[in-house]
């Protein structure tokens, strides 16, 4: 009887807790931001009074932060004392969004004839400043390539210019020898480009502690 009742009582050892199982293998990644500067090769071509200039570039890296557009021209008829007939040139741009656009005008200088058209379009991006959680290096550069990361709504898409000429001068006769201008739009931008650092003094994503103490009594 004692021995049986020894028997009923007795309970098995609970299992070891696996500690492994409660710690996350994720790791952390920061982002560095690096700001460079790109260029497109200089665009020369003629807006003429009756058949404005129409075209598109590209830029071909992400994380645009900003455009520089430089339109420049010298008027090619002038009058003897080069004071009156001045040409003036319109540039248009519409950016692929269709949010960002402007139109400016240029009127060509007194003496030299020469104009010039200066504007900058900023999309003035901030790139998160938070770290990258993922279980590879591989992984991490795949999320570094996807939002909020990456921006790639100017990146190869066609922005719109359009470039048109204004005759300046009144007398008839030179009017109408007067077809346009040639002219020279320089194009400049700089873009965000990450890169990542792995951070060593972390080895999980913020849900990574150790287990509580208890546990491990």
């Known amino acids: 009887v004692i021995a049986g009742v020894a028997i009923a009582m007795y309970q098995s ?3 070891p807790t696996e500690f492994s199982s409660l710690i996350t293998t994720e790791n952390s990644y920061n982002v560095t931001w ?4 790109g ?7 003629f807006a003429g009074k009756k058949a404005p200039f129409e075209g598109s ?8 932060n900003s455009i520089t ?17 001045l040409d003036s040139l319109t540039l248009e741009v519409t950016m692929p969004d269709g949010i960002y656009s402007f139109t400016e005008t240029g009127k060509s200088a007194a003496k030299t004839g020469f104009g010039t058209i200066t504007h900058v379009v900023v999309k003035n991006i901030i790139p998160p400043d938070g770290p990258i959680k993922a279980k590879t290096e591989q992984e991490a550069q795949s999320k570094l390539a996807t939002s909020p990361y990456y921006d790639d709504s100017w990146t190869g898409k066609d922005i719109k210019i359009n470039v048109s000429c204004q005759i300046g001068e009144l ?8 077809k346009g201008n040639d002219f020279q739009l ?17 080895n999980t994503g913020g849900d990574s502690e150790m287990p509580p103490d208890e546990l491990w009594q």
Do not use: C, H
Request: glycine share 4%; charged share 25%.
């Open 57 to 64: 570039i590209s830029i071909p890296e992400a994380n645009v």
């Open 186 to 202: 320089e194009i400049t931008y700089q873009y965000y480009e990450g890169s990542l650092i792995k951070d060593t003094m972390k």
């Open 39 to 45: 260029s497109l090769a200089t665009l020369t071509d």
């Open 69 to 85: 557009f430089n339109l420049s021209w010298t008027d090619d008829r002038m009058t003897v004392l080069k004071q009156m007939g």
């Open 171 to 178: 007398r008839i006769l030179k009017k109408l020898r007067d």
């Open 13 to 15: 050892p609970e299992a």
């Open 34 to 37: 690096t700001l460079y500067n």
